[in-house]
């Protein structure tokens, strides 16, 4: 039995400028921290033949094409073998929350699937071949820093390319700084989930059409993901909340879907009365998980508490996309 282990994720800056439809032109760059909230998958040889895949949903099948989940049909097509295997999935945290389980999901599947043939693969052979799956054969309008910081983990900058080629290189913070950053970041759940492929093929459609608002938006995300880079780097933690609220404002303004009234209320409450110095919804927007920077956690946790909203713990993960077990 092959078990593994692999991360969720925070995007820190320029979420939205690792899709082709911008990158290509401009080319792209996003922050993103993986979090120590997992995506488990177990790859495990049957008795009987043909596949049993449990997520979600239960499903068997006598063969790949007869699959009805898109990212385990996929997988399978290029590393399922002669079949008879039974695939389960499990995780911290519900799909459509924000934080790239898609990603995580395919990730950790193909790497459970290497580790099964006893191929060894590296973290940008993961991401790649995830990123072949998700956007090229199935053309979902999703970004590429999911799967590629589920892959590396860490505090992660992501450079994409007009030629489609990613330049991936850590965060250099000391200890001192990642601590701090790690403290100062808070996450609650809204009590809602979605599919972030809608939100995500508006900004699509509307950036290869050429939308002068989208562009200059997806630019100033740009350029504030690599200003806080620049921060963060220096050690000015403290500069990251104002810096989040800019961004929640623009990445508000860039679709009718990102943000709601309820949600609105929320972060109004939290930079209120909770003191928090700013923040944004996490990920492609509609729902998920508010993510805030605070000088004061017990205060922002009261008042969000309050509200009736959960709280998320979480540190960073380090180590990416691993085997945790190989029997």
Not at 94 to 116: C, E, I, M, N
Not at 127 to 142: C, D, F, K, S, T
Not at 261 to 283: E, W
Not at 290 to 317: I, K, N, S, Y
Request: with cysteine; glycine share 14%; hydrophobic share 40%.
């Amino acid at each position: 039995m092959i078990l593994t282990r692999t991360p969720l994720r925070i995007s820190l800056g320029g979420g939205g400028t690792d899709l082709p439809s911008y990158y290509e032109g401009f080319g792209g760059f996003v922050l993103s921290a993986a979090i120590n909230k997992y995506v488990y998958i177990t790859v495990h040889r049957r008795f009987f033949p043909g596949y049993l895949l449990k997520y979600s949903e239960f499903e068997t099948a006598a063969a790949v094409g007869d699959i009805r989940h898109p990212l385990l049909r996929e997988a399978l097509r290029d590393h399922g073998g002669d079949g008879d295997l039974e695939i389960v999935s499990i995780a911290d945290v519900p799909a459509g929350t924000g934080l790239g389980s898609s990603g995580s999901f395919l990730v950790g599947l193909l790497h459970a699937l290497h580790a099964y043939r006893r191929n060894p693969v590296s973290a940008e052979t993961l991401a790649r071949e995830a990123v072949e799956i998700e956007m090229v054969r199935l053309g979902e309008p999703v970004g590429k820093q999911d799967q590629y910081v589920a892959a590396y983990g860490g505090l992660l900058c992501q450079h994409y390319h007009p030629n489609g080629e990613v330049t991936v290189e850590p965060l250099r913070l000391p200890p001192a700084v990642v601590h701090e950053l790690r403290d100062s970041l808070m996450l609650f759940f809204v009590g809602q989930t979605r599919s972030a492929s809608t939100l995500l093929g508006e900004q699509k459609q509307r950036s290869e059409s050429g939308d002068a608002a989208m562009i200059e938006g997806l630019h100033f995300t740009k350029d504030l993901g690599q200003r806080i880079k620049a921060a963060l780097e220096e050690g000015r933690v403290e500069d990251f909340g104002a810096m989040m609220h800019e961004h929640w404002l623009h990445k508000r303004a860039r679709s009718r879907g990102m943000s709601n009234g309820a949600i609105d209320a929320l972060y109004d409450l939290a930079c209120g009365p909770g003191g928090a110095t700013g923040g944004k919804l996490v990920g492609a927007g509609g729902g998920g998980f508010l993510l805030f920077h605070t000088h004061d956690r017990r205060r922002l946790r009261r008042v969000m508490m309050e509200a009736g909203l959960g709280e998320l713990d979480f540190t960073f993960d380090f180590e990416g996309s691993t085997v945790l077990l190989r029997d």
